[in-house]
């Protein structure tokens, strides 16, 4: 453990990133946390400094996928407040 150290702000920033976006997942809040934490606690026991940057990249590039889910999700709903059917169509 104490070579990830330096890393172990970064996994709990990562995870509280993740956290926070998860309270607009689609299948719930809970169901999120309770992914996300069995993630977490699955790769606990990691130390190699290489492996929990990996790790790290993986979470970053879920945090991407998900912004960019809710993003898509906004897009969507705004786009049919302002369009009716027809007028996607001309």
Excluded: C, H, W
Aim: charged content about 35%.
């Amino acid at each position: 453990m104490n070579m990830a150290n330096p890393l172990r702000g970064e996994v709990l920033t990562l995870y509280k990133n993740l956290l926070y976006l998860g309270r607009d997942y689609p299948k719930g809040a809970a169901y999120f946390r309770a992914r996300l934490k069995a993630a977490f606690l699955k790769n606990r026991d990691v130390s190699d400094p290489e492996k929990i940057k990996a790790l790290i990249a993986r979470g970053e590039f879920v945090t991407k996928e998900l912004e960019a889910l809710y993003f898509l999700r906004k897009y969507r709903a705004m786009k049919q407040r302002y369009y009716t059917e027809e007028d996607g169509k001309k």
